[in-house]
C-alpha cells in the first residue's frame, strides 16, 4: 500500500479516542499505513501481560505489522499509574518521530490522554503510603460508594470524573486533599500551566448509541466465544486471583465471580455486557467535555480504511 502525504510538522501527534467496541484499534492501523505511523496505546489494560481476548488486544495478523508500544508491558499484579503511562508515552513519542514516523496515540481511558494533551505535571504530586492505606480499608469495610460520597464533600469536580467502583483513583483523591488540604482537581488544574512538548491533534470516533450498544454485545459474545473463561482460569492458576491489579478490570472480575462460583455463566455475562455499556456511556460524557476534537460519525457499514482517509483529509 502505498503512504499517503500527512501534512503534520515534526512535533505533531495523531490521538484517536472513542468509547470501547467503536472502532478505534481498526482505524488506526489503517492510519498507520496510509501515513507511515507507530502507534502507542492509551488503554489501561492492553499494558498487562498474559489479557489478550478480556482486553480486545489486537493480534499479530490484526496489527499488519505496524509496531505497537505500551502493549505487554506489564504483570498483572503490578501497578500502572497515570503518571507512568505519561513518562513511557512521551518516551515512546520521542522516540518514533525521531524515526520520521508519526505517532498514533489510541485509547479510550480518558484519564491517560488528558495526562498527555493537557501536559499533567505528577511531579510534585505529594503521597503517604498510610495515609492511602487507610482508605483502601475504609473501601474494603464499607465499599468504594463510601469513599466516592467521602469525595464528594471535598472535590466535586473528581467525585463527578471518578467511579465508585474506581477505588484506587478515589483513595488517591483523599490521600491528596489530606497530605495537601487542596483537591485534587486543583491540582491538576495548577500543573496544566505548561503547554505540552507535543501538538496533538485529537480525532473522536462516535456512532448511534444503539448500534454502540449492539457491538458491545456482540463483542462480549465473541470473547466468550475465543476463549475468555479459559483465559481467566488461567490467570487464576498462574496465582492471579480478584487481589492482583489487572483482575478488577473489565471482563475479568465477573468472569472471576463466575470461576469462583459467585454468579452464574448466565448472570456473569450480563453484568459483562451491562457494565460494559455504563462504561462506554462514562467514556463518552468524559470525551465530550475534551477540547478540540474532531469528531467523526461512523456510519452503518463500519469501514475502518475508509475513516482512516477521513482523518488524513482533515490533518
Not at 502507534?39 to 493480534?59: E, F, L
Not at 467502583?165 to 488517591?172: G, H, M, S, V
Not at 496465582?239 to 463466575?258: F, H, P, R, T, W
Request: glycine share 6%.
Amino acid at each position: 500500500m502505498n503512504k499517503m502525504k500527512v501534512g503534520l510538522r515534526m512535533n505533531k501527534v495523531i490521538v484517536i479516542i472513542g468509547p470501547t467496541a467503536s472502532g478505534k484499534t481498526a482505524v488506526s492501523i489503517e492510519l498507520a499505513l496510509l501515513a507511515d505511523g507507530e502507534i502507542v496505546s492509551a488503554d489501561s489494560m492492553q499494558i498487562y501481560k498474559y489479557m489478550d481476548i478480556g482486553t480486545a488486544k489486537p493480534d499479530k495478523i490484526e496489527k499488519k505489522g505496524v509496531p505497537h508500544y505500551l502493549i505487554d508491558e506489564k504483570y498483572p499484579d503490578e501497578e500502572f499509574s497515570v503518571a507512568a503511562f505519561k513518562d513511557l508515552a512521551e518516551k515512546y513519542i520521542r522516540q518514533i518521530l525521531q524515526k520520521g514516523k508519526i505517532p498514533i496515540v489510541v485509547g479510550g481511558t480518558g484519564l491517560y490522554i488528558s495526562s498527555l494533551i493537557n501536559n499533567i505535571d505528577f511531579c510534585h504530586n505529594q503521597s503517604d503510603p498510610e495515609i492511602r492505606q487507610k482508605y483502601l480499608k475504609l473501601a474494603e469495610a464499607k465499599g468504594g460508594k463510601y469513599l466516592h460520597d467521602l469525595l464528594c464533600t471535598i472535590d466535586r469536580e473528581s467525585y463527578e470524573r471518578i467511579h465508585p467502583n474506581d477505588i484506587k483513583r478515589l483513595a488517591r483523591a483523599l490521600e491528596v486533599y489530606e497530605i495537601t488540604g487542596k483537591p485534587l482537581s486543583e491540582h491538576h488544574e495548577a500543573s496544566r500551566i505548561h503547554p505540552p512538548e507535543f501538538e496533538y491533534r485529537i480525532f473522536g470516533l462516535r456512532m448511534d448509541r444503539d448500534k454502540l450498544y449492539e457491538r458491545i454485545n456482540k463483542r462480549v459474545d465473541k470473547m466468550i466465544e475465543n476463549g475468555l473463561i479459559d483465559e481467566v482460569r488461567k490467570l487464576m492458576e498462574m496465582g492471579y486471583d480478584k487481589c492482583s491489579v489487572a483482575m478488577q478490570g473489565l471482563g475479568y472480575k465477573e468472569i472471576l465471580s463466575y470461576l469462583r462460583g459467585e454468579t452464574t455463566f448466565e448472570e456473569a455475562v450480563y453484568i459483562l455486557k451491562r457494565d460494559t455499556r455504563r462504561f462506554a456511556k462514562r467514556q463518552l460524557t468524559w470525551f465530550r467535555r475534551m477540547e478540540n476534537v474532531t469528531w467523526i460519525d461512523i456510519e452503518n457499514d463500519f469501514d475502518p480504511l475508509a475513516v482512516a482517509k477521513k482523518i488524513i483529509v482533515e490533518l
